[in-house]
Nanobody, 125 residues
């Protein structure tokens, strides 16, 4: 079992930065592809970013490419999402995900084995 706990969410003005963290416990995340999804009110949960097991490859949704950066520190069992140039449309609950398969690289939720509880990000205009 892997427990994932997100932190770092909050209220930020448009154009500002925010950094999310996802701390894992229970077992090492080094064997998992990791990712972030988000869900706005009344919308489906959507893919944001993913990172390969050793961090050598990263994947992003078109809507965040160039503004968000995903990274991981396997020694600290933690994944990060640095969000810059935030927009009001980035407002959502952000969820961390752990996936033993590689389906998360294509943005799929199908292979996700563990989810965090989510952290709210609100961007004001």
């Amino acid at each position: 079992q892997v427990q994932l706990v997100e932190s770092g969410g909050g209220l930020v003005q448009a154009g500002g930065p925010l950094r999310l963290s996802c701390a894992a416990s229970g077992r090492s995340i080094s064997t998992y592809a990791m990712g972030w999804f988000r869900q706005a009110p009344g919308k489906e949960r959507e893919f944001v970013a993913a990172i390969a097991r050793t961090g050598e490859r990263t994947y992003y949704a078109d809507s965040v490419k160039g503004r968000f950066t995903i990274s991981r520190d396997n020694a600290k069992n933690t994944v990060y999402l640095q969000m810059n140039s935030l927009k009001p449309e980035d407002t959502a609950v952000y969820y961390c995900a752990a996936d033993r398969s590689s389906s998360i690289y294509s943005g799929s939720r199908r292979g996700v084995d563990y989810w965090g509880q989510g952290t709210q990000v609100t961007v004001s205009s």
